[in-house]
């Protein structure tokens, strides 16, 4: 499960880095925590406990579309690669894709992270319900109060798409993900089930 808390430290949290590029004379910004390389280790570390219970098997499911969705975001992030070569077909093609790409990922960025509040919520839920088998009741109770305040987060980032809410929800996510990975790390590192 260690594997799973380092992936969500990534998919968790943002720390971009803007510098200047002059093969296209703008300024770039890429996330040095990329969500596509959290959500691989999540995959992984997931792989194993998709048999525990049916909500281990849904946060697989949703780590694994996120995959997907990130894997595209990262791809289109770094197309300025591309730009020397773009007299070349073929890298036409590709700057052309990774444009809508791009375009598609910039106008949702607040229903991505909403899906990522999703896989929250079921990863709190997986937990939640493993240690109400082993009658860990303060535990249980603490992974039913993550789960509801992500399903919360969820709607807000779904809401923060259309509406831009007057704070920024980086003030709630941000120390709920810290609260959030110390305390599962100390709840699982003692589960038979998640080494």
Do not use: Q
């Given at each position: 499960?260690?594997?799973?808390?380092?992936?969500?430290?990534?998919?968790?949290?943002?720390?971009?880095?803007a510098f200047f590029s002059q093969n296209i004379d703008t300024t770039v910004v890429i996330d040095v925590l990329p969500d596509f390389l959290g959500y691989l280790l999540?995959?992984?570390?997931?792989?194993?406990?998709?048999?525990?219970?049916?909500?281990?098997?849904?946060?697989?499911l949703v780590a694994t579309?996120?995959?997907?969705?990130?894997?595209?975001?990262?791809?289109s992030s770094l197309s300025f690669f591309f730009s020397?070569?773009?007299?070349?077909?073929?890298?036409?093609?590709f700057l052309s894709f990774f444009t809508i790409v791009n375009m598609i990922v910039g106008r949702a960025g607040s229903?991505?992270?909403?899906?990522?509040?999703?896989?929250?919520f079921t990863l709190c839920s997986a937990i939640g319900y493993l240690m109400q088998q082993k009658e860990k009741n303060f535990s249980c109770v603490l992974m039913y109060f993550f789960s509801v305040a992500y399903t919360v987060l969820a709607v807000a980032y779904g809401i923060n798409q259309?509406?831009?809410?007057?704070?920024?929800?980086?003030?709630?996510?941000?120390?709920?993900?810290?609260?959030?990975?110390?305390?599962?790390y100390f709840?699982?590192?003692?589960?038979?089930?998640l080494k």
């Open positions: 499960m260690s594997i799973v808390i380092v992936g969500l430290f990534f998919a968790l949290f943002r720390f971009d880095y999540i995959w992984f570390g997931l792989e194993k406990t998709v048999n525990i219970n049916r909500w281990f098997k849904e946060s697989h579309g996120m995959l997907i969705i990130t894997f595209l975001s990262l791809l020397p070569m773009i007299d070349h077909p073929d890298v036409k093609i229903l991505i992270f909403a899906v990522t509040m999703v896989f929250m259309f509406i831009n809410l007057p704070f920024s929800l980086e003030w709630v996510n941000i120390p709920l993900g810290i609260v959030f990975l110390l305390s599962s709840i699982t590192e003692k589960v038979d089930e």
